[in-house]
């Protein structure tokens, strides 16, 4: 059965922020699978909500928000709603996490052995000579020296930080792993760089991975199977070779077409307006503000998603059967 | 450890030599500028308890030749200076054969005492309490509970420590109202000695501390609330760490920082505060003879104590500093990259 090799599965996902002054729809309807050893992007502009679908995976969004509705499937079993000492043992053993803004994800007044030991020993029964063996090795599996090891974080250079964290996360060799945006603090060389020990360590060690990004280029050297985002809504999830090559909504079409290439120098593609303010988003299609094809039944309800060839599917009416 | 370097110590040092030359200083300073000398003062205070004093003034001069006073202000400083070195602060003025230093001196540790215990648990008490309800994970009963322990921060503690006695000891009659220790109690290291002075001490102990941990709360929950978002503490959440483990070593272990810092800097305003709560409860430490001096114009054991105060407070002050790098490595990090 397909199932069985799905590792990871969302399952009509809502997530709100409660803020006084009303609920920021943050997530709605978000459904998305990972099968083994694949990696799937997750892409859209800053503040569509990637990271509350990452967070909602983990279970660890973060008052005032809550999940509202859905289900996340880990090997086929939901995690939503297991008590705290259950998801202790889900945590890291199954699913990993590489932060946003790797800079400030270690902390700053203990050492990185401590920090990268204390992961293990939470999940293992381990010797003391043991850990140290395994610390190093996870050092040097991510091409750093042993000197780490023995240091602070604010000892260590961004790309530097970046890697221990990767080194963390594939620590306990978990289920999925979960990069927020990895490299996205980064510059040029030292994002390749670390794009690169993920790709190893992710060759080496066959984990699946949620990848987010907004960073389209380098989506689409890393990933097989691309999730647009917008709005809080999936708007198109593909094979990243169809999304490129043909893409169909028309958020994704204005993403691919603004990415900057020096052999045709283009205007860069100003996307006009804004997204709605999430907490009333209009009825309708989520992107109708932006859409160049905005048509008046598009106003109507947002469209379900549709299977517009294999495995992808885009939610858009023009796509729609009439 | 983090790494104490020559420059950082010495610096602390110098700071710390630096202070006390300053306060000590000043304790010679002030009582000279004020109108008159503390002599002829005490003589006219004895000339008006007693109607008349023969040869007032030859009384003031040999006093005054006695304790130097008559010296210029320069050689007076330096021989101050010397005996601050040597801990001499010559003879009381008002009970004249008995030295300040055995005045001083037997009250020390009856402060000394009642400060570190009381200090170390206010800070203790009040920043597990400001963590805890800072803490998103805390549990929900206990959130509701440990405002509840905040009450009587708003309460100037003398007021509360004249409360306690009225309570304690007038009403309930189970706790010694004043003093360190029963008259009828030889002062001997045995348990019945040791038991008296517990049961003397709860009352000014409470009163400190009960009246002050709530500042050391309410900053640390401001704290605490900030980790809360910090990247790394949700990083460590992710890990599946134990909520013990995340509270005190990616909670406490970064908010605290801060906090010491401030306790550090208030360890002298304890000091002085204490004194009012030393008169209270009529406890035999440095402050109740402090207040004792200044009633009585005893400039040398007025000197003494506030010198004391000063080493003290500043010596404090430094073993908190040179423990500072150890608790948080980037302090020194910054001084050798910014020199
Ligand atoms: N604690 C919060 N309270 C209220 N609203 C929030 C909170 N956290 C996030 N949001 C809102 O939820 C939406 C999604 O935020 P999220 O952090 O998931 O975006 P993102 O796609 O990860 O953006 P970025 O690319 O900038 O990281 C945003 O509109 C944001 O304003
Ligand atoms: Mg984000």
Redesign the pocket.
Known sequence: MAANEKILEVLDLHVQ?F?PRGA?K?ANAVNLYVKAGEIVGLV?E???????VAMAILQMV?P??RIVKGEIRINGHNIVNLSEAELRKVRWRELALIP?GAMNSLNPVLRIREQMGDAIQAHEAISARDLKARVLSLLNDVGLPERVYNMYPHELSGGMKQRVCIAMAVALNPAIIIAD?PTSALDVVVQRVVAQTLLDVKKRLGVSMIMIG?DMGLQAQMVDRVAVMYAGNMVEVGPVESIFAQPLHPYTQLLIESIPSIRERKPLKVTEGLTHD?RNPPTGCCFQFRCPRVEPRCLQAQPAMIEAGPEHLVSCIHYQAR | MGGLTKEYVLQRVLMWFLTIWIGVTLTFAIPRMGKGDPVSVIVSRMMQRQGYVENANEIIESYKRRFGLNDPIMVQYIRYLGNVVRFDYGYSLTRFPTPAGEIVRPALPWTLGLLIVASTLSFGVGVTVGALMGWRKTPAWLQNILPASLTFTSIPYFMFGILLIFVFAFWLKILPATGGYSRDVDPAFNWTFISDVLQHAILPLFSIVVTSMGGWALGMRGLMIGVNNEDYFLLAQAKGLSPTRVFFRYGIRNAILPALTAFALGLGGLISGSTLVEWIFAYPGTGYVLYRSITALDYSVMQNICNLMIIITATGVLALDLLNPLIDPRITFKKSAAS
């Open positions: 922020y803020t920021v943050a859209g800053s503040g569509c909500g990637k990271t509350t973060q005032p928000g946003q945006e907004h999430l």
